[in-house]
């Protein structure tokens, strides 16, 4: 039927051009082939273009006032009406694969093959990534427990932090003569040598690597600092090695007793606290060594 | 008026009712549903060349359907289905192309 109407179709095309616009159904009735399968092809548009008006005079016509047969026409558009919106809809709604063929299921699968092989790559890419980001991380954070350690360590050697512990108070008073510096010293340097982590003097000056003794108007001069008699000296420290370092013969007791006549007294105590703090004074001259 | 009316309310019915596609129909209706779009520019064309006859329009609105439907069918079981039903939907493509152009021609004269 597809072949009919273009043959048919140039015949009555030029006959009916000049015809008016108000007899377009008789046409069609003697003449039934050329129906809306015809097409032609744009060539003899052209020999129209003069006259264009009853294309546009019947459509208003057939507009304004629809014959009855408009409604098999109406029937039929009504029908195709239905179907393009219930494909539609269909096509929208219908995402599931039960309407497509084997082949484009086929397709369908390899590209599904092909996207979960990518994400595999990729999820193994990551996850390399994040064991090696978790090691990084592990790294770093047993570095930092260590700095930890370490400030925490530093912190009580240079008497940055109160500290509390085992040790001795050892009372020095003065009976019958002057304590030297010579001796506290001795005092304070045995203990050092038994392994002493903290010492204070008197509940208010701590003692800290960079300390110095000095004579002085009334007593010692411990950092600038003015000591009175009777000396308190905190030591935290093993008390009974710390004990043993300071008693032995010709030690520091005795020769406080007996050269400088004062009084000694030893306490090994349970828990010894600290609270005097230095000032973590910042070097002036010196500076790390290079590969420190 | 008639025939806007009945597309309209075709419309409006697919919209209300929303029935689901027959799976068996599911490869045909949009091949019907572009050869029917084919004929309906076919339709109108002739109208406007002054040519229409209703009775050709049911005729070759009914037979447009049924044949690409059938071709895709054939195709189906030929193991060339969707490449049968792109190529009808080319050629029908095509047809309307050229429909549309003349009617453009009549509404516009361009």
Redesign the interface.
């Known amino acids: 039927m597809t072949d009919q109407p273009p043959d048919a179709e140039p015949a009555p095309t030029p006959g009916r051009a000049p015809r008016p616009t108000s007899a377009p159904a008789p046409d069609a009735m003697t003449d039934p082939q050329p129906g809306p399968e015809a097409h032609a092809g744009p060539a003899h548009r052209t020999d129209r273009e003069p006259e264009p008006e009853p294309g546009r005079e019947r459509l208003r016509h057939a507009l304004v006032r629809p014959s009855k047969r408009q409604v098999v026409v109406a029937v039929l558009l009504a029908v195709l009406g239905f179907a393009f919106v219930v494909q539609v809809r269909d096509t929208k709604a219908n995402d599931t694969y039960a309407g497509l063929r084997e082949s484009e299921l086929i397709e369908v699968l390899d590209g599904l093959t092909g996207t979960a092989e990518r994400a595999r790559r990729e999820v193994g890419r990551l996850q390399a990534r994040r064991d090696e980001l978790t090691n990084e991380s592990r790294a770093r954070s047993a570095a930092l427990d260590e700095a930890e350690q370490r400030v925490k360590t530093l912190n009580i050697i240079a008497g940055l932090v109160p500290v509390t512990g085992p040790g001795i108070r050892m009372t020095i008073d003065e009976s019958s003569g002057r304590v030297n510096v010579g001796s506290l010293l001795d005092t304070v340097q045995e203990l050092r040598t038994a392994g002493a982590e903290a010492m204070e003097f008197n509940d208010s000056i701590r003692v800290g690597a960079d300390s110095s003794f000095d004579n002085a108007v009334g007593g010692i001069e411990l950092d600038g600092q003015l000591l009175e008699p009777p000396y308190v000296l905190e030591v935290i420290g093993d008390p009974h090695v710390l004990r043993t370092a300071l008693t032995f013969s010709t030690g520091p007791v005795e020769t406080l007793e007996t050269y400088d006549g004062a009084t000694v007294k030893i306490e090994e105590l349970e828990s010894v606290d600290i609270t005097s703090v230095r000032d973590g004074a910042r070097p002036e001259y010196a500076e790390p060594g290079t590969g420190q | 008026?008639?025939?806007?009316?009945?597309?309209?309310?075709?419309?409006i019915?697919?919209?209300a009712f929303?029935?689901?596609?027959p799976?068996s129909l599911?490869?045909y209706?949009?091949i019907?549903?572009v050869a029917?779009?084919d004929?309906?520019?076919?339709?109108?064309?002739?109208?406007?060349?002054?040519?229409?006859?209703?009775?050709?329009?049911?005729?070759?609105?009914v037979?447009?359907v049924v044949v690409a439907a059938a071709i895709v069918y054939l195709g189906?079981q030929l193991g060339v289905?969707?490449q049968l039903s792109t190529g009808v939907v080319v050629v029908l493509g095509i047809?309307i192309f050229?429909?549309v152009?003349?009617i453009r021609?009549?509404?516009f004269?361009a």
């Open positions: 008026m008639i025939a806007a009316l009945g597309l309209v309310l075709g419309i019915a697919g919209l929303a029935p689901d596609v799976l599911q490869n209706l949009p019907a549903v029917a779009l004929a309906v520019f076919g339709g109108l064309r002739a109208y406007l060349d002054g040519i229409f006859d209703d009775k050709v329009f049911v005729v070759s609105f037979s447009n189906d289905g969707s047809r050229s429909n152009a003349a021609r009549h509404v004269h």
